[in-house]
């Protein structure tokens, strides 16, 4: 039987770490959750690097006095190439003249498949590896290149890759051979990632979430609190009885 995703179209507005606006997305996204398992989708997963993974990136550069840069793949999904035979009906705003009964056949993945995020990491797993990148053993997102005195390491999170070395010339290598194949931006030195606020100095990497707090202040409607070292007593002692 032959499948038929509805999809709709989604808008978004990407803030910078200031909170100010980036940029303004829309997407075509089709309804994976009226997928069935076994009849449009098998297998599922998602590169998505672990925290202790980046937080281990963050304590090798520092340590050994490495810049980590910043790419970001735009419409990752839209690069993995499908297995199974999907169908999906023209999206609003764009029916074909006099072909509005029609069908699309997808070839490559769209935004809302179950599989899109295992199509795009096969993809740029395929290409890694004819880069020259071996795979880390205990961490799926994590790949390395090259020898101590000339190595490059990176990692993963769905569509944004973390790039740090030791030799300045292999990671523009690296970037312009992204270039080739991916449409993406060089976000340049990292500077703001999962909600991370990371400034790069040399010998040092400071990590705060300045934008993270205001928000939960704002949340709460508290920014205009007075701010203080110690916010409570710290003698205090606190029981489930206490009523605020």
């Given at each position: 039987m032959k499948k038929i995703r509805l999809g709709t179209w989604v808008f978004k507005t990407k803030l910078n770490a200031d909170g100010?606006?980036?940029?303004?997305?829309?997407?075509?996204v089709v309804k994976g959750y009226a997928q069935i398992f076994g009849v449009d989708y098998f297998d599922t997963f998602a590169s998505v690097a672990r925290q202790d993974t980046i937080r281990m990136l963050l304590a090798i550069a520092t340590q050994k006095g490495w810049k980590i840069y910043q790419l970001h793949v735009k419409s990752a999904s839209l690069n993995g190439f499908l297995e199974e035979e999907i169908f999906v009906e023209q999206p609003k705003g764009f029916f074909v003249?006099?072909?509005e009964d029609k069908v699309y056949l997808l070839k490559k993945a769209l935004y809302g498949l179950k599989q899109a995020p295992r199509a795009w990491y096969n993809k740029i797993d395929e290409f890694l590896s004819k880069l020259g990148f071996v795979k880390s053993l205990s961490e799926s997102t994590l790949y390395i290149k090259g020898n101590q005195a000339n190595s490059i390491v990176i990692s993963l999170?769905?569509?944004?890759?973390?790039?740090t070395g030791s030799n300045a010339k292999l990671i523009q290598q690296f970037k312009d051979d992204m270039l080739q194949v991916f449409e993406m931006t060089?976000?340049?030195?990292?500077t703001y990632f999962l909600g991370m606020?990371?400034?790069?100095?040399?010998g040092e990497i400071f990590i705060s979430q300045r934008k993270y707090a205001k928000e939960i202040l704002k949340k709460f409607n508290m920014e205009n609190c007075k701010?203080?070292?110690t916010p409570m007593c710290q003698k205090e002692k606190l029981c489930k009885d206490d009523v605020s």
């Open positions: 100010s606006i980036n940029k303004y997305k829309a997407r075509l003249k006099g072909h999170y769905v569509d944004d890759l973390l790039v060089d976000l340049g030195e990292m606020e990371v400034k790069q100095n040399d701010s203080m070292n």
